[in-house]
Every structure is written in structure tokens, then in C-alpha cells.
């Protein structure tokens, strides 16, 4: 079967995924965290990503960012991989590979998608049960958002900026829009597109993206138009 191509464009955001071989764990120690953190911040300086969000479960991570251009992502991620395999092997004196294969991707609609995606990155120990609240959560970008903890590689996205005037403001909005809940269809289309290399958006952005590049944003069974007024009975 043809792969399908993953699908970039400069400024526009991502959802990407990676998972460990087999779902096994890929960090084992509070220095496991800390050193993928490092070299994920050297990464992303090196190739010009702007990280939102992030969390890192124990056996797969997720990552909300904006590349440059249409190569950073991809050299950030092979970049992240190469120096955590090495340091995990050596840590824990193994050998082989440790991620499943190549990381999942998705384009992400600005206007109707990023936020939930925020939300879901963080949310992830929630809904796994490891945490009550995901304040409780050390590994995700959680406490800068909604709290204002200092997290040096992380960029505000202009969805994240429009939500106050200042610092504080935008993490008490972004504290009360976490409490809500997401739609298990929002979950659904997200886990869907990223898995699928889709686009995650509205047939407006789809359309809009394949008349840019000339590729399908998806498949053709797959529907999903958050502004339908068929999604929005949904939803109800």
C-alpha cells in the first residue's frame, strides 16, 4: 500500500503524534521527560518551530506547532528521535528502535480546530485516568497555558493571544474554556485526521488547502463540516 504523503504549509499548524514500537514505554524515568524536552526545545530553535502545546504520556507524545517552512517539522522530529533513541539505549543499555515506525501528522483549521486541540493535547492524562486535573500533570504544557508558568520553548499561537489582553487574562480564559467539555465528535475527527494524515477542518479550509497544493485533504467518505448545519444537530 502507498503511503500517504503527510501534508505540510509553512505557518500553518500541526498535530503530530509519535508512538512507541509496540505501545511500549518510551519514557521510564522523570529524566526521560527532561531530556526529550531538551532536545525537543534545541529542535525546534535549530528549524524554526514554533511549539503551542504538548504533552508526553509514557508511550507516545503529542506536539501542537508551527513550522517555517515545509521541511522544519520534519527535520525537527527526525532530529528529536535520532538523539532520544541514542540517549535512551544508552541509559537503559538496549538496543533498536523505539518509536512505531514514522510519526502521525495533521494540518489544523485555525478557526475551528485549534483550541480543541489544545485542549485535547493537555486533557490526554485526564482522559487516561492518570491525573483528576491536568494542573496534577508534570509533563504537558498545561501549566503555562492556563496557569502562566514560565516554559521557554513554547510560542503562543494568535488563537491563544486573542483570548485576553494580558498574560494572566488569556490563562484564566484558556483555565475556563479546559473545563468545558470537548464533543466526542471533536475527539473522534481529531484522532481520525491525525491517524489518516487528513486535514483537520471545515470543507471551506479542505478546499481551500487543495486548491493551494493539489493534493486531497482527505478522503472522500470522510465528512466532518463543523459549520453544517448537519454537525451542529450533532452536537446538541
Not at 100 to 117: I, P
Not at 148 to 161: A, C, F, K, N, R
Not at 226 to 236: A, V
Amino acid at each position: 500500500m502507498v503511503r500517504r504523503p503527510r501534508l505540510y504549509l509553512p505557518n500553518c499548524p500541526l498535530h503530530i503524534i509519535q508512538r512507541g514500537n509496540n505501545r511500549d514505554a518510551c519514557f521510564r524515568d522523570d529524566s526521560d521527560y527532561r531530556a526529550y524536552l531538551h532536545f525537543m526545545r534545541e529542535a525546534a530553535e535549530r528549524y524554526g518551530v514554533s511549539i503551542h502545546a504538548f504533552v508526553l504520556m509514557t508511550n507516545h507524545v503529542h506536539i501542537l506547532a508551527t513550522p517555517s517552512t515545509e521541511n522544519s517539522v520534519s527535520r525537527m522530529m527526525q532530529s528529536i528521535g535520532r538523539r532520544y533513541v541514542q540517549y535512551f539505549n544508552h541509559i537503559y543499555s538496549r538496543t533498536g528502535t523505539l518509536w512505531e515506525g514514522r510519526y502521525k501528522s495533521t494540518l489544523v483549521d485555525t478557526d475551528n480546530y485549534l483550541l480543541t486541540v489544545y485542549r485535547y493535547i493537555e486533557l490526554n492524562p485526564v482522559r487516561a485516568g492518570m491525573v483528576e486535573h491536568a494542573a496534577d500533570y508534570p509533563w504537558s504544557s498545561y501549566p503555562h497555558n492556563a496557569a502562566g508558568v514560565e516554559i521557554q520553548m513554547l510560542t503562543p499561537h494568535d488563537s491563544y493571544i486573542a483570548l485576553g489582553k494580558t498574560s494572566e487574562l488569556r490563562a484564566s480564559a484558556y483555565r475556563k474554556l479546559s473545563q468545558t467539555h470537548i464533543p466526542d465528535m471533536d475527539i473522534e475527527a481529531i484522532r481520525l485526521a491525525t491517524n489518516k494524515s487528513w486535514v483537520l477542518g471545515s470543507e471551506k479550509f479542505i478546499e481551500q488547502f487543495e486548491r493551494r497544493v493539489g493534493i486531497a485533504g482527505k478522503t472522500a467518505e470522510h465528512g466532518g463540516d463543523r459549520k453544517s448545519k448537519e454537525y451542529k444537530n450533532q452536537r446538541l
